[in-house]
């Protein structure tokens, strides 16, 4: 990783929360942690994530309304769902409200980083892409 990826985490477990920041900032992420959802909203808007943990029950609003709030706000940054209840209808609206992935508890830790490395890496890709796009169009209109 060349410049260190900002991850945030956001659930009211307190021992979910210090366990995913200590293994990813060890991973070389640098992690920031909310235990509500407008906490997240809030840190969201006045810093860049590239991606984002989020817990689907939350005690002030439910995750899928975060994912959606934040989905809106800041599209490019990869979500990962996080849930101890696990279902099929959970999992379909989180991936329709824009989530990237979705992650059951317990969490597997080696299986979150695999999905968390993966997403950054389409999302590099997505951006290094769209960058080609960007100076292909300028080089176009500069030879006009």
Not at 96 to 109: C, F, H, Q, R, S
Request: hydrophobic share 40%; glycine share 4%; net charge negative.
């Amino acid at each position: 990783m060349d410049e260190k990826k900002r991850i945030l985490i956001v659930d009211d477990d307190e021992a979910i929360l210090n366990s995913l920041r200590d293994i990813l900032q060890e991973k070389g992420y640098e992690v920031v942690t909310a235990k509500t959802g407008r906490e997240a909203i809030k840190m969201s808007e006045a810093q860049y994530f590239d991606l984002a943990l989020l817990d689907i029950k939350l005690p002030d609003i439910e995750g899928t309304e975060l994912l959606t709030e934040m989905h809106k706000k800041t599209p490019s940054m990869m979500k990962i769902m996080i849930t101890g209840y696990p279902s099929l209808e959970n999992a379909v609206e989180a991936l329709n409200l824009g989530a990237d992935a979705y992650v059951m508890k317990p969490i597997d830790n080696d299986k979150l980083l695999k999905i968390m490395e993966e997403k950054l890496r389409e999302q590099e890709e997505a951006m290094r892409m769209t960058q080609e796009k960007v100076d292909e169009w300028i080089l176009n209109r500069l030879r006009e």
